[in-house]
């Protein structure tokens, strides 16, 4: 099938897609949503079968991964494959890989190796834990990066042990930063007219998003522990029991504070010796919350969720995924893009959480079948309909 941009803001950038799994393909979703010509490199079925890296094609998370892109296959361990991967590469402007960082260059299809025909590449890889070092050969893994990345150490209740959030987030991250990077990059070459190897693991993404919880540590040398559903430094930021089910409160900050308290009738707790400031509302956040919850106890969800929104406190409902997608602000919000696929018929998958209002993203074709692109990308290298034929049958393609 041809290319169709899913927006103008990529359309004159090639992306050879060599990635597997969820970390290199979250980062190539950002550049085919964004209209890249992302062409995905996967090996012929017969080498190859479905699934063995990563999901199944036919499953929400392929399909939600490997929107807005060609599929062509080569074979990359075949001499020919390889001379056919590298010809692809001298017209592309990006190429991306997640294999462990030996493998590209025992394959020949490293940085140093494609840019000497083609300088102005641009090359993004992701590994598990960087591209040197002592653990550099180590298989990466999202849960191995949340619990060296120290995220699980501070999620979960106290007591309890360690626990991983509820999404590949090391994963995410990575493939987000990733796609930052190739930016930045193409960015740069408008300029400099040269492209660069550029490269970030599931580690450095994990230790990145710490955030303030890394920086205590790195400044005053705080380390965090787990602290539940409550916020470490924001008290009280947690879950409440109403009379119906649970509610998130935020309350941040002194003003915040004390429209808290006018908004539930205890104006009292701001001169509470216990409450009066930041520091004894830490020191008492248990005592606290057991107050908090007395009294949002006595209403529904609904009714405090309007009662702190007229007041200007942050709350808002603890929603299974399915009551989310039901909600009004997130169908205002169009979260969800409609695609028709010829195998799987109609497919919701989730948009883009930024919005160009000039030149938006979209998902304009459904993942691709294995190869679907291949003769057609074959024929734009001037590779002809017996020649195709003839790689076919020797399993090169």
């Not at 009662?307 to 205002?332: N, W």
Request: hydrophobic share 40%; net charge negative.
């Amino acid at each position: 099938m041809p290319y169709e941009p899913a927006s103008p803001v990529l359309e004159n950038v090639r992306v050879l897609d060599l990635t597997r799994v969820r970390s290199g393909p979250t980062a190539v979703r950002q550049l085919a949503d964004w209209g890249a010509d992302v062409i995905r490199i996967e090996q012929p079925e017969s080498l190859e079968p479905d699934g063995a890296l990563g999901a199944a094609r036919h499953t929400a998370d392929f399909q939600n991964l490997q929107r807005n892109k060609r599929s062509m296959t080569i074979n990359l361990k075949a001499d020919e494959g390889m001379a056919l991967f590298r010809k692809l590469a001298d017209t592309a402007d990006v190429v991306i890989e997640n294999f462990r960082p030996d493998v590209k260059t025992r394959l020949g299809i490293d940085y140093a190796t494609l840019s000497k025909t083609n300088q102005r590449l641009i090359y993004a890889s992701i590994s598990g834990f960087g591209q040197t070092g002592p653990y550099a050969k180590r298989p990466g893994f999202d849960q191995v990066a949340q619990g060296m990345g120290g995220l699980m150490s501070i999620t979960g209740v106290p007591g309890e042990g360690p626990m991983r959030v509820g999404i590949p987030i090391a994963d995410l991250c990575a493939g987000h930063f990733c796609a930052q990077g190739i930016l930045l990059a193409l960015y740069e070459r408008e300029r400099s007219g040269k492209g660069q190897w550029l490269h970030t693991s599931l580690l450095q993404a994990m230790i990145a998003m710490l955030d303030f919880q890394a920086a205590r540590w790195t400044v005053s040398e705080q380390v965090p522990v787990q602290a539940g559903n409550n916020h470490p430094t924001s008290i009280p930021t947690g879950v409440f029991q109403t009379s119906d089910g649970y509610i998130n409160i935020a309350v941040a900050g002194e003003a915040t504070w004390s429209r808290f308290c006018q908004s539930i009738n205890k104006e009292q707790w701001q001169d509470h010796p216990d409450f009066r400031n930041a520091e004894q509302r830490s020191k008492n956040r248990d005592q606290l919350n057991e107050l908090i919850n007395e009294v949002t106890l006595t209403n529904n969800s609904d009714a405090w969720i309007t009662i702190f929104a007229e007041a200007g406190v942050p709350s808002g409902p603890i929603y299974t995924i399915d009551k989310t997608f039901a909600d009004p602000q997130v169908q205002h919000l169009n979260m969800c893009a409609d695609i028709k696929s010829d195998v799987m018929g109609q497919l919701s998958l989730i948009a883009q959480p930024v919005v160009l209002e000039r030149t938006p993203s979209s998902i304009k074709v459904a993942p691709p079948e294995r190869g679907n692109a291949t003769e057609e990308i074959l024929s734009e290298l001037g590779v002809d309909s017996d020649e195709y034929k003839r790689m076919r049958d020797e399993q090169i393609i």
